[in-house]
């Protein structure tokens, strides 16, 4: 968004590159989902098993779908 000399707000659209399916967009999801799933469990796991980090009450309701 910019003002122009008028001092009227105008709005620049983006040129349209590539279409993009909604299939694409659902894998693209899921991946994205699964990625972020194989970064967490790990982590959750260390806390959930150091007893240092495990203490708090929010350790037994913490699981990944």
């Known amino acids: 968004m910019f003002r122009n000399k008028h001092?009227?707000?105008r709005v620049l659209l983006s040129p349209l590159v590539?279409?993009?399916s909604q299939a694409?967009?659902?894998r693209n999801y899921l991946q994205v989902?699964?990625?972020l799933q194989s970064m967490l469990?790990?982590?959750v796991e260390r806390v959930l098993h150091?007893?240092?980090l495990a203490q708090g009450s929010?350790?037994?309701r913490v699981?990944?779908?």
């Open 58 to 60: 929010w350790s037994t």
């Open 24 to 26: 694409e967009v659902h």
């Open 41 to 43: 469990q790990p982590e």
């Open 50 to 52: 150091d007893p240092a």
């Open 7 to 9: 001092g009227t707000w």
């Open 33 to 35: 989902k699964q990625d």
């Open 18 to 20: 590539r279409q993009i």
């Open 63 to 65: 699981r990944l779908a």
